[in-house]
């Protein structure tokens, strides 16, 4: 008797959660995620026409994928991080350690340019 009450309650509640499933609307990716999905397209498309397998396709895709990501990523560095460059370059041709490059770092930094 229960399983007959049952029954339809429970077709009910799955026909209702389809429903409720087919009204939400689709995501639309960010301008980020869409560039992602075309590198990863274009990459995937040049694997498949070189006829790539396995561990090769693999290290294609991963050296694809970061190559192309660099070219987007190509940015001016601030003032500050050029300082900071600079500065961490000088300590490393003074072979600065510890406590002697923490000072110089500071002072190198609170310079101005």
Do not use: V, Y
Not at 26 to 52: E, F, G, I, V, Y
Not at 76 to 94: G, V
Request: aromatic letters at 2%; hydrophobic letters at 35%; charged letters at 25%.
């Amino acid at each position: 008797m229960r399983l007959i009450t049952a029954l339809p309650l429970l077709a009910g509640l799955l026909l209702s959660t389809n429903l409720i499933a087919a009204e939400t609307p689709a995501k639309t990716p960010s301008p980020a995620q869409a560039a992602q999905q075309k590198r990863m397209t274009d990459c995937n498309q040049q694997a498949t026409t070189q006829s790539l397998k396995g561990a090769d396709r693999s290290t294609f895709m991963s050296t694809c994928l970061k190559s192309e990501g660099h070219k987007t990523t190509d940015k001016a560095l601030t003032p500050q991080q050029q300082k900071m460059k600079s500065c961490n370059a000088d300590a490393a041709k003074k072979s600065l350690k510890g406590e002697e490059r923490k000072s110089f770092m500071s002072s190198c930094l609170k310079k101005t340019a």
